[in-house]
Protein backbone atom coordinates (compact mmCIF):
# COMPACT_ATOMS: atom_id res chain seq x y z
CA UNK A 1 0.00 0.00 0.00
CA UNK A 2 1.43 3.39 -0.18
CA UNK A 3 1.90 5.95 1.40
CA UNK A 4 1.00 9.58 1.31
CA UNK A 5 2.22 12.45 3.06
CA UNK A 6 0.69 15.81 3.08
CA UNK A 7 1.88 19.04 4.25
CA UNK A 8 0.61 21.27 5.86
CA UNK A 9 -1.75 18.91 8.23
CA UNK A 10 -3.78 22.04 9.03
CA UNK A 11 -3.45 25.66 8.13
CA UNK A 12 -5.31 29.44 8.68
CA UNK A 13 -5.09 31.47 5.91
CA UNK A 14 -6.30 35.51 5.55
CA UNK A 15 -8.85 35.65 2.85
CA UNK A 16 -7.41 36.91 -0.26
CA UNK A 17 -4.31 35.40 0.16
CA UNK A 18 -3.35 31.97 -1.22
CA UNK A 19 -2.09 28.52 0.25
CA UNK A 20 -0.11 25.23 -1.87
CA UNK A 21 -0.65 22.07 -0.51
CA UNK A 22 1.72 19.01 -1.22
CA UNK A 23 1.72 15.86 -1.26
CA UNK A 24 4.09 13.31 -1.35
CA UNK A 25 3.93 9.38 -1.93
CA UNK A 26 6.45 6.58 -1.21
CA UNK A 27 5.96 4.78 -4.73
CA UNK A 28 6.00 6.10 -8.38
CA UNK A 29 1.90 6.25 -9.21
CA UNK A 30 0.01 7.23 -12.34
CA UNK A 31 -3.01 8.37 -11.24
CA UNK A 32 -3.32 11.19 -8.01
CA UNK A 33 -6.67 12.75 -7.06
CA UNK A 34 -7.21 15.60 -5.03
CA UNK A 35 -10.43 16.02 -2.87
CA UNK A 36 -12.06 18.48 -0.63
CA UNK A 37 -14.13 17.52 2.22
CA UNK A 38 -16.25 19.95 4.13
CA UNK A 39 -16.18 18.29 8.11
CA UNK A 40 -18.26 15.24 8.53
CA UNK A 41 -19.55 15.37 4.70
CA UNK A 42 -18.87 13.47 1.97
CA UNK A 43 -15.90 14.04 -0.47
CA UNK A 44 -16.46 15.86 -3.44
CA UNK A 45 -13.15 14.84 -6.35
CA UNK A 46 -11.57 18.58 -7.83
CA UNK A 47 -9.25 16.90 -9.59
CA UNK A 48 -7.52 14.24 -11.31
CA UNK A 49 -3.69 14.98 -11.89
CA UNK A 50 -1.56 12.78 -14.44
CA UNK A 51 2.23 13.17 -14.59
CA UNK A 52 3.30 15.15 -18.01
CA UNK A 53 -0.58 16.52 -18.71
CA UNK A 54 -3.17 19.05 -16.96
CA UNK A 55 -5.25 17.99 -14.97
CA UNK A 56 -8.62 17.23 -15.52
CA UNK A 57 -11.17 19.11 -13.41
CA UNK A 58 -14.47 18.02 -11.94
CA UNK A 59 -17.95 20.42 -12.99
CA UNK A 60 -17.64 23.08 -10.76
CA UNK A 61 -13.61 23.54 -9.82
CA UNK A 62 -11.82 25.11 -12.28
CA UNK A 63 -8.13 25.57 -13.07
CA UNK A 64 -7.60 29.37 -11.94
CA UNK A 65 -9.18 28.73 -8.63
CA UNK A 66 -7.04 25.51 -8.17
CA UNK A 67 -4.09 24.78 -9.67
CA UNK A 68 -2.21 21.67 -9.66
CA UNK A 69 0.94 20.94 -10.53
CA UNK A 70 2.35 17.06 -10.92
CA UNK A 71 5.68 17.70 -11.63
CA UNK A 72 6.89 13.71 -11.16
CA UNK A 73 5.69 10.52 -10.29
CA UNK A 74 5.92 10.52 -6.61
CA UNK A 75 4.59 14.37 -6.26
CA UNK A 76 1.21 16.58 -7.12
CA UNK A 77 0.84 20.11 -5.02
CA UNK A 78 -2.65 21.84 -5.18
CA UNK A 79 -2.86 25.47 -4.53
CA UNK A 80 -6.43 26.99 -3.18
CA UNK A 81 -5.86 30.77 -4.91
CA UNK A 82 -7.38 33.77 -3.81
CA UNK A 83 -9.03 32.45 -0.75
CA UNK A 84 -12.54 32.95 0.86
CA UNK A 85 -14.20 31.81 4.06
CA UNK A 86 -16.04 29.29 1.47
CA UNK A 87 -13.00 27.71 0.83
CA UNK A 88 -12.50 26.58 4.41
CA UNK A 89 -12.07 22.76 4.25
CA UNK A 90 -10.44 19.66 4.59
CA UNK A 91 -8.49 18.69 1.08
CA UNK A 92 -7.22 15.52 1.12
CA UNK A 93 -4.68 13.62 -1.29
CA UNK A 94 -5.27 10.39 -2.93
CA UNK A 95 -3.27 7.92 -5.20
CA UNK A 96 -5.21 5.00 -7.02
CA UNK A 97 -3.72 2.79 -9.16
CA UNK A 98 -6.28 0.75 -10.29
CA UNK A 99 -7.25 -1.51 -11.72
CA UNK A 100 -10.46 -1.10 -10.70
CA UNK A 101 -10.38 -4.13 -8.38
CA UNK A 102 -7.81 -2.03 -6.31
CA UNK A 103 -8.13 -0.05 -3.61
CA UNK A 104 -7.26 4.02 -3.06
CA UNK A 105 -4.96 5.31 -0.29
CA UNK A 106 -5.17 8.83 1.16
CA UNK A 107 -2.86 11.42 2.58
CA UNK A 108 -4.20 12.61 6.42
CA UNK A 109 -5.58 15.66 4.76
CA UNK A 110 -4.59 19.14 5.14
CA UNK A 111 -7.45 21.14 6.99
CA UNK A 112 -7.99 25.11 5.91
CA UNK A 113 -9.31 27.56 7.84
CA UNK A 114 -10.18 30.93 5.84
CA UNK A 115 -10.52 34.28 8.37
CA UNK B 1 -24.32 6.33 -13.58
CA UNK B 2 -22.56 4.38 -10.79
CA UNK B 3 -23.88 5.90 -6.90
CA UNK B 4 -23.92 4.48 -3.59
CA UNK B 5 -26.21 5.99 -1.14
CA UNK B 6 -26.05 5.20 2.57
CA UNK B 7 -29.57 6.18 4.16
CA UNK B 8 -28.28 6.82 7.91
CA UNK B 9 -26.48 10.07 8.73
CA UNK B 10 -25.69 8.79 11.88
CA UNK B 11 -25.73 5.12 13.94
CA UNK B 12 -25.72 4.46 17.80
CA UNK B 13 -24.66 1.57 19.15
CA UNK B 14 -23.92 0.33 22.59
CA UNK B 15 -20.23 -1.73 22.94
CA UNK B 16 -20.22 -4.90 23.06
CA UNK B 17 -23.88 -5.04 20.35
CA UNK B 18 -23.34 -5.92 17.00
CA UNK B 19 -23.19 -2.75 14.52
CA UNK B 20 -24.63 -2.90 10.80
CA UNK B 21 -24.43 -0.11 8.58
CA UNK B 22 -25.88 0.74 5.32
CA UNK B 23 -25.08 0.70 1.46
CA UNK B 24 -26.96 0.58 -1.18
CA UNK B 25 -25.69 1.09 -5.05
CA UNK B 26 -26.16 1.90 -7.80
CA UNK B 27 -23.62 0.24 -10.63
CA UNK B 28 -24.15 -0.04 -14.88
CA UNK B 29 -22.10 -3.40 -15.14
CA UNK B 30 -20.16 -5.35 -12.41
CA UNK B 31 -20.27 -3.63 -9.10
CA UNK B 32 -16.37 -2.45 -7.51
CA UNK B 33 -17.69 -1.83 -3.86
CA UNK B 34 -15.71 -0.52 -0.44
CA UNK B 35 -15.73 0.70 2.71
CA UNK B 36 -13.65 3.39 4.46
CA UNK B 37 -13.25 4.74 7.22
CA UNK B 38 -12.35 8.09 8.46
CA UNK B 39 -11.07 8.81 12.46
CA UNK B 40 -10.82 12.50 13.44
CA UNK B 41 -8.80 14.39 11.95
CA UNK B 42 -7.24 11.54 9.60
CA UNK B 43 -7.35 10.56 6.19
CA UNK B 44 -9.40 7.97 4.89
CA UNK B 45 -8.87 4.12 5.37
CA UNK B 46 -9.54 1.10 3.72
CA UNK B 47 -11.74 -1.12 5.25
CA UNK B 48 -12.92 -4.30 2.57
CA UNK B 49 -13.88 -4.08 -0.63
CA UNK B 50 -16.08 -6.60 -2.93
CA UNK B 51 -15.25 -7.20 -6.26
CA UNK B 52 -16.32 -11.10 -7.01
CA UNK B 53 -16.78 -14.22 -5.74
CA UNK B 54 -18.06 -14.74 -2.17
CA UNK B 55 -20.42 -12.25 -0.90
CA UNK B 56 -19.04 -12.08 2.66
CA UNK B 57 -16.17 -9.77 2.77
CA UNK B 58 -14.05 -9.79 5.46
CA UNK B 59 -12.00 -6.72 6.17
CA UNK B 60 -9.81 -4.92 9.04
CA UNK B 61 -10.48 -4.53 12.42
CA UNK B 62 -13.31 -7.31 12.42
CA UNK B 63 -15.43 -5.98 9.91
CA UNK B 64 -16.81 -7.19 7.61
CA UNK B 65 -19.79 -6.97 4.61
CA UNK B 66 -22.40 -8.45 2.71
CA UNK B 67 -23.44 -7.81 -0.69
CA UNK B 68 -26.67 -8.32 -2.03
CA UNK B 69 -27.27 -8.25 -5.67
CA UNK B 70 -30.66 -8.00 -5.27
CA UNK B 71 -31.73 -5.81 -3.02
CA UNK B 72 -28.05 -4.04 -4.21
CA UNK B 73 -27.14 -3.76 -1.22
CA UNK B 74 -23.10 -3.99 0.40
CA UNK B 75 -24.02 -3.29 4.09
CA UNK B 76 -21.11 -3.04 6.54
CA UNK B 77 -21.25 -4.96 9.83
CA UNK B 78 -19.62 -6.18 12.65
CA UNK B 79 -20.37 -8.79 15.47
CA UNK B 80 -19.56 -6.91 18.89
CA UNK B 81 -18.70 -3.24 18.27
CA UNK B 82 -15.87 -1.64 20.67
CA UNK B 83 -15.95 2.23 21.79
CA UNK B 84 -13.15 2.86 19.29
CA UNK B 85 -15.28 2.09 16.35
CA UNK B 86 -16.24 5.47 16.32
CA UNK B 87 -15.95 7.25 13.24
CA UNK B 88 -17.00 8.07 9.71
CA UNK B 89 -17.86 5.24 7.44
CA UNK B 90 -18.37 5.51 4.19
CA UNK B 91 -19.54 3.66 1.26
CA UNK B 92 -17.81 3.84 -2.32
CA UNK B 93 -18.26 2.11 -5.36
CA UNK B 94 -15.66 3.12 -8.64
CA UNK B 95 -17.09 5.22 -11.79
CA UNK B 96 -16.21 2.71 -14.59
CA UNK B 97 -16.49 5.41 -17.16
CA UNK B 98 -13.10 6.64 -18.20
CA UNK B 99 -10.99 3.81 -17.45
CA UNK B 100 -12.68 3.29 -13.96
CA UNK B 101 -10.02 5.16 -11.32
CA UNK B 102 -12.57 7.29 -10.08
CA UNK B 103 -14.20 6.84 -6.61
CA UNK B 104 -17.60 7.64 -6.08
CA UNK B 105 -18.39 8.47 -2.10
CA UNK B 106 -21.74 7.93 -0.57
CA UNK B 107 -22.67 10.60 2.04
CA UNK B 108 -21.28 8.97 5.38
CA UNK B 109 -22.56 7.44 8.36
CA UNK B 110 -21.41 8.49 11.24
CA UNK B 111 -21.12 5.41 13.79
CA UNK B 112 -21.24 6.01 17.69
CA UNK B 113 -20.13 3.48 20.38
CA UNK B 114 -21.40 4.14 23.54
CA UNK B 115 -19.81 2.84 26.20
Known amino acids: SAVISQKPSRDICQRGTSLTIQCQVD?????MFWYRQQPGQSLTLIAT?????????ESGFVIDKFPISRPNLTFSTLTVSNMSPEDSSIYLC????????????FGQGTRLTVV | AQSVAQPEDQVNVAEGNPLTVKCTYS??????LFWYVQYPNRGLQFLLK??????LVKGSYGFEAEFNKSQTSFHLKKPSALVSDSALYFC?????????????FGAGTRLFVKA
Open chain 1, 94 to 105: SVDEGPMNTEAF
Open chain 1, 49 to 57: ANQGSEATY
Open chain 1, 27 to 31: SQVTM
Open chain 2, 27 to 32: VSGNPY
Open chain 2, 50 to 55: YITGDN
Open chain 2, 92 to 104: AVRDLRGGGFKTI
